[in-house]
């Protein structure tokens, strides 16, 4: 069974421009969410979509936005770049069952440089 | 608001040896979940062991065990027979009982010497 994918695995961009990353979850899983992995910190959480809604939010501005397809793929889009932004994106699909503890799996991540 | 904490930057352990992993979290909620992560060069995340609040026995996995203290909110790991691939990044995360939202502490680099 294919994991999580994530594309591109790398990307640079300059300052002011948008991005677009995207994810493939496991087959069968229908939440799929998104963290950020600042170098040397653990992993913040963006968003969480389930059945193509959002379902949570951090804090994270109003630039960053996603969205989740009827195959449930998932894509993460970021405006407005700033040097900040510059992390790993790291994308967890689940089975998202409030009444269970289920495992989730992440993909190895795009990392975005912004110059 | 729920946080993760995880006081040691740096770990190290000889191969075949044991070390302790520590994480202390906050939180009002009674249900609650914890799991531990491993990050190695790779950068995929990979669940080691997780752990339910309302269990009072400690899950264990193979050369991996937690000691779950609810009380103090304290939730450490512990590998036994330390091997080489051990070496990583060791997450520690938290989510909530009706949320799907993981929230990490900010990791522990281990080191396995031969």
């Known amino acids: 069974d294919a994991g999580v994918t994530q594309s591109p695995t790398h990307l640079i961009k300059t300052r002011g421009q948008q991005v677009t990353l995207r994810c493939s979850p496991i087959?069968?899983?229908?939440?799929v969410s998104w963290y950020q992995q600042v170098l040397g910190q653990g992993p913040q959480f963006i968003f969480q979509?389930?059945?193509?809604?959002?379902?949570g939010r951090g804090n994270f501005p109003d630039r960053f936005s996603a969205r989740q397809f009827p195959n449930y793929s998932s894509e993460l889009n970021v405006n407005a770049l700033l040097l900040g932004d510059s992390a790993l994106y790291l994308c967890?699909?689940?089975?998202?069952?409030?009444?269970?503890?289920?495992?989730?799996?992440f993909g190895s991540g795009t990392r975005l440089t912004v110059v | 608001a729920q946080t993760v904490t995880q006081s040691q930057p740096e770990m190290s352990v000889q191969e075949a040896e044991t070390v302790t992993l520590s994480c202390t979290y906050d939180?009002?909620?009674?249900?609650?979940?914890l799991f531990w992560y491993k990050q190695p060069p790779s950068r995929q995340m990979i669940l080691v062991i997780r752990?339910?609040?309302?269990?009072?026995q400690n899950a264990t996995e193979n050369r991996f065990s937690v000691n779950f203290q609810k009380a103090a909110k304290s939730f450490s790991l512990k590998i036994s027979d330390s091997q080489l691939g051990d070496a990583a990044m060791y997450f520690c995360?938290?989510?909530?009982?009706?949320?799907?939202?993981?929230?990490f502490g900010t990791g522990t680099r281990l080191q396995v010497f031969p």
């Open positions: 752990q339910e609040a309302y269990k009072q």
């Open positions: 995360a938290y989510r909530g009982y009706n949320t799907d939202k993981l929230i």
């Open positions: 087959s069968g899983h229908k939440s």
């Open positions: 967890a699909s689940s089975l998202w069952d409030p009444l269970a503890n289920y495992g989730y799996t």
């Open positions: 979509y389930y059945e193509k809604e959002e379902r």
């Open positions: 939180t009002s909620e009674s249900d609650y979940y």
